[in-house]
C-alpha cells in the first residue's frame, strides 16, 4: 500500500460506516468509499472513490453495472443455453447498522405466478461495508425449496462493468497484464466476428497498436485455485478496481475448473458456476423435491490509489498483499448470516498421501504436490462434475502431508490426483465433518492404475497437455500478451495450423526417435476438406517390440486432458479393421481447443491389448478421432503409455506375477 494511500485511509477510518436508504436506492459510505445500490433490485448502481465519481459505466444502464445474475432454462430443455437471469430483488432490508459494519439484504422468493419467467430459487443477496475498509463484500444465499419446480443453471456469477474511460490496463496475474481495447473495437465497423462470437479481429480499432489483434474473453480464463485476486487500473488518477477471491469453496467442480476473470469491457468477474470447458455435463440440475441451499461467496470488491507519478504497477503488488490478507482472514466472521459457519463452526482433516508404484520405486511414494480434497460423496474423480456442494481443497508438500482447513459440516469424500501419476484417489470410507473436529487421516495409500512395466510413454501424466507441440499463431491472429509467453497455447485459431504443419497425412510418432515436445501436436483436431466440411483424423504410433508374450495382455493407458464431441478408435497394426480394439462412443462437450483451455475434463482410458495383435519388430497403433463435422472437435492427450505383462517367478513350481 503506497504511503499516501496508507495515510488516506488512516485518517478516513475514523469515520463509522453511514447508511442513507432513499426512495430508489441506498448508500454505504465509510468515508473512503460510497456504494450506491437500487432499492430494492439491490444492484450495484454506483461506487464513488476519491475524485472519481462512479467506477462503473455510466452509459450503461443502471441494471447493467454491478450485478449478480444467473443463466438458467426449464428442465428437458437441451443443450447449454438459456435464460439470464439479471436476479432483481423485491425486498430490502437492513441486517447490521452500526458504525464499524452495515450488512444488507436484497431478497426475491420465486414467485410462482410468473411461470419460466424467472428461475426457482429463493435468493438473498448481501452487501457488507466495514469502518475503515477501502472496499465492500458481497455473497448470495441461493435456495430450492422442495416443492419448487425442475430447473438447471448453467451459470452464476457477479460482475462489474467499470467506466470505460478509465480502466484501460488489467491484470489477472504477474505474467498475464497488459494494455487492452476498447469496448468500441468490437462493434462491427471494427471489429470481424471471427468463428464465433466471443472472438474478434480488431480490424479498426480506436488504438491503432490494436489493429490485428484478436480479442476473445476466453483468453483470460484461469483455474479457479488461482483466481485470487484480478481487475483493472485506471492511470488518471492512479486507482485500482480489484475482485479477491479469499475461497474457492463455492464454487463447482474443484480445483482446476476453468472460470472467466476479467476482460474487455472493462470487465470484472467473479464466477462461481459455469459449463465452460465441461459442457452439459457441468450443468446444475433441480427436481421437484430436492431442498437445496448454498452460499455462494463471499468476494472482497478493492479499490486502492497511488500520487500522481507512482508506479502504477505498484496498485497491483498491494492489492495482492491485500489478497493475502483476505486469505488469512477466512472464513470471515463478520457476516450476519448462520447460512455461513464461523471457524469454530468448521473441521480439519490432515494426513499424508502415499504412492505405491513398483515400476517406479519399491518404496512408497510421498505424493509430492497432490491435490488433496473433500467433496461430495461419488466416485474417484466425481469431483470434477460435482456442482451442488461445496469442496475443500489443498495441496500436499513435499513429504506428502496435507492440511484441509475450514470445512463445513457435512459427509464427504476424500479425493486426491497426484502429478507424475494417472488416474483418481478417493478414500473408501466417508469422512464425516462436525464443528471443531480435528480428523487425522493417517497415512493414505494411492495406487494408480498399473499392470507391467512401462515399454514406452509419451507426455507427461499432470492432466494437461501443454508439453506438447503448441504451434505459433497465424500472424494474422495475434494476441500480443501471449508472443513468447508460457501460456502460448491461449492464441486464437491454433487448430488451422494442424492442416499446414500435416498437409499431405497425418501425425505419425515414432517411440525413441520422436520428441513429444515437437512431433505431438498439442490437439487431435480434425481436418479441414473444403468450406464448410472437415473429417477426423488418424495419428500412428510407430514402435518396435524385441519379444512379444504369447499368452499374455498388455495394457495401453490413455489419459486425456480433454475431449470435444469426439470419438477416439484404438486398432493394432491393421488401420481398417473393423470393428476396432477399443472405441471411447462420443465423449466430450468442453469446446476447449476454442477456448485456448490446454485441458477440460479429464479421462482416463485402459485398453486391454491382446498379445495376438501385437509383432515382434516393427508395430503400429491407429489413433483415429472419427467425428469431422466442425473444426474444434477433437482431443487433447494427457498421456500415452503401453504396459507390458508383469514379470514372473517360479516358486516351488507355482510361477507368480506381481503388479
Known amino acids: 500500500m503506497s504511503f499516501f494511500f496508507f495515510l488516506f485511509v488512516f485518517f478516513r477510518s475514523s469515520v463509522g460506516v453511514q447508511l442513507e436508504i432513499q426512495d430508489k436506492h441506498v448508500v454505504m459510505d465509510n468515508g473512503i468509499l460510497q456504494v450506491t445500490l437500487s432499492n430494492p433490485e439491490g444492484i450495484v448502481t454506483g461506487i464513488r472513490f476519491q475524485d472519481i465519481d462512479n467506477l462503473l459505466e455510466v452509459r450503461n444502464a443502471e441494471i447493467n453495472r454491478g450485478y449478480w445474475d444467473l443463466v438458467w432454462s426449464e428442465a428437458g430443455k437441451k443443450g447449454t443455453k438459456g435464460t439470464l437471469d439479471r436476479i432483481e430483488a423485491t425486498n430490502f432490508k437492513v441486517i447490521v447498522e452500526n458504525e464499524e459494519q452495515v450488512e444488507l439484504s436484497f431478497t426475491r422468493l420465486w414467485n410462482s405466478s410468473l411461470g419460466g419467467k424467472q428461475v426457482p430459487l429463493n435468493i438473498d443477496k448481501r452487501f457488507i461495508m466495514l469502518r475503515g475498509s477501502s472496499g465492500f463484500y458481497t455473497y448470495a444465499i441461493f435456495e430450492h425449496l422442495d416443492r419448487l419446480p425442475d430447473f438447471n443453471i448453467d451459470n452464476i456469477r457477479m460482475a462489474f462493468k467499470l467506466n470505460k474511460d478509465k480502466f484501460h490496463h488489467m491484470a489477472i496475474a504477474d505474467n498475464r497484464q497488459r494494455f487492452m481495447p476498447l469496448p468500441d473495437d468490437r462493434l462491427p465497423d471494427r471489429g470481424q466476428t471471427l468463428a464465433y462470437p466471443e472472438a474478434v479481429l480488431l480490424v479498426n480499432p480506436v488504438e491503432p497498436e490494436f489493429k490485428g489483434e484478436v480479442d476473445d474473453k476466453y483468453q483470460y480464463s484461469c483455474k479457479s485455485q488461482d483466481i485470487?485476486?484480478?481487475?483493472?487500473?485506471?492511470?488518471?488518477?492512479?486507482?485500482?478496481?480489484w475482485q479477491i477471491s479469499p475461497s474457492f469453496e463455492s464454487r463447482s467442480a474443484g480445483p482446476l475448473k476453468q472460470y472467466l476473470t476479467s476482460h474487455v469491457g472493462p470487465t470484472t468477474l467473479a464466477l462461481f458456476h459455469s459449463v465452460h470447458y465441461s459442457g452439459a455435463d457441468l450443468i446444475l440440475k433441480f427436481r421437484q423435491g430436492e431442498a437445496w441451499k448454498k452460499v455462494f461467496g463471499p468476494i472482497f470488491i478493492y479499490i486502492?490509489?497511488?500520487?500522481?507519478?507512482?508506479?502504477?504497477?505498484?496498485?497491483w503488488e498491494d492489492a495482492k498483499q491485500q489478497m493475502t490478507y483476505e486469505v488469512q482472514s477466512w472464513p470471515y466472521e463478520f457476516l450476519a448470516s448462520k447460512d455461513f459457519p464461523r471457524s469454530d463452526q468448521r473441521g480439519t482433516v490432515t494426513g499424508r498421501l502415499l504412492v505405491q508404484d513398483r515400476y517406479v520405486d519399491d518404496e512408497y511414494i510421498a505424493?509430492?504436490?497432490?491435490?488433496?480434497?473433500?467433496?461430495?460423496?461419488?466416485?474417484?474423480?466425481?469431483?470434477?462434475?460435482?456442482?451442488?456442494?461445496?469442496q475443500f481443497w489443498t495441496k500436499a508438500n513435499a513429504d506428502g502431508y496435507f492440511v484441509i482447513n475450514n470445512i463445513h459440516t457435512g459427509n464427504y469424500s476424500l479425493y486426491a490426483f497426484v502429478p507424475g501419476f494417472i488416474g483418481d484417489y478417493r478414500y473408501e470410507i466417508e469422512v464425516t465433518i462436525v464443528e471443531g473436529c480435528y480428523i487425522n487421516m493417517g497415512d493414505l495409500l494411492y495406487k494408480p492404475p498399473r499392470n507391467g512395466p512401462t515399454l514406452w510413454e509419451i507426455g507427461i501424466p499432470d492432466r494437461f497437455a501443454a508439453e506438447f507441440y503448441v504451434p505459433d499463431p497465424n500472424p494474422k491472429y495475434i494476441n500480443k500478451l501471449y508472443v513468447n509467453h508460457?501460456?502460448?497455447?491461449?492464441?486464437?485459431?491454433?487448430?488451422?495450423?494442424?492442416?499446414?504443419?500435416?498437409?499431405?497425412?497425418?501425425?505419425?510418432?515414432?517411440?525413441?526417435?520422436s520428441d513429444y515436445s515437437k512431433d505431438w501436436f498439442f490437439a487431435q483436431v480434425t481436418r479441414k476438406v473444403n468450406n464448410n466440411t472437415y473429417e477426423g483424423t488418424t495419428w500412428q504410433i510407430k514402435f518396435e517390440l524385441d519379444n512379444v508374450n504369447d499368452s499374455a495382455i498388455y495394457i495401453l493407458r490413455l489419459a486425456l486432458a480433454s475431449a470435444h464431441v469426439s470419438e477416439l478408435q484404438v486398432?493394432?497394426?491393421?488401420?481398417?479393421?473393423?470393428?476396432?480394439?477399443?472405441?471411447?462412443?462420443?465423449?466430450?462437450?468442453?469446446?476447449?481447443?476454442?477456448?485456448?483451455?490446454?485441458?477440460?475434463?479429464?479421462?482416463?482410458?485402459?485398453?486391454?491389448?491382446?498379445?495376438?495383435?501385437?509383432?515382434?519388430?516393427?508395430?503400429?497403433?491407429?489413433?483415429?478421432?472419427?467425428?469431422?463435422?466442425?473444426?474444434?472437435?477433437?482431443?487433447?492427450?494427457?498421456?500415452?503409455?503401453?504396459?507390458?505383462?508383469?514379470p514372473c517367478s517360479s516358486r516351488n513350481n507355482t510361477s507368480f506375477c506381481f503388479s
Open 228 to 241: 485470487r485476486v484480478h481487475g483493472w487500473i485506471c492511470t488518471d488518477p492512479l486507482v485500482g478496481f
Open 304 to 315: 486502492n490509489s497511488l500520487l500522481d507519478g507512482d508506479d502504477p504497477r505498484l496498485l
Open 367 to 390: 505424493a509430492n504436490g497432490a491435490n488433496v480434497g473433500l467433496a461430495r460423496p461419488g466416485d474417484a474423480g466425481s469431483w470434477q462434475r460435482e456442482c451442488k456442494g461445496y
Open 486 to 513: 508460457t501460456d502460448r497455447y491461449r492464441q486464437y485459431g491454433l487448430w488451422e495450423r494442424y492442416a499446414e504443419l500435416y498437409p499431405d497425412g497425418d501425425l505419425v510418432y515414432i517411440v525413441n526417435q
Open 571 to 646: 486398432r493394432i497394426n491393421d488401420p481398417s479393421v473393423e470393428p476396432p480394439l477399443f472405441s471411447t462412443g462420443e465423449i466430450g462437450k468442453e469446446n476447449t481447443i476454442a477456448r485456448h483451455g490446454i485441458y477440460g475434463l479429464y479421462w482416463l482410458f485402459n485398453v486391454d491389448v491382446p498379445s495376438a495383435l501385437l509383432l515382434k519388430g516393427n508395430n503400429t497403433i491407429f489413433l483415429t478421432q472419427t467425428r469431422g463435422t466442425s473444426p474444434f472437435q477433437g482431443i487433447l492427450y494427457d498421456y500415452i503409455r503401453l504396459e507390458g505383462p508383469p
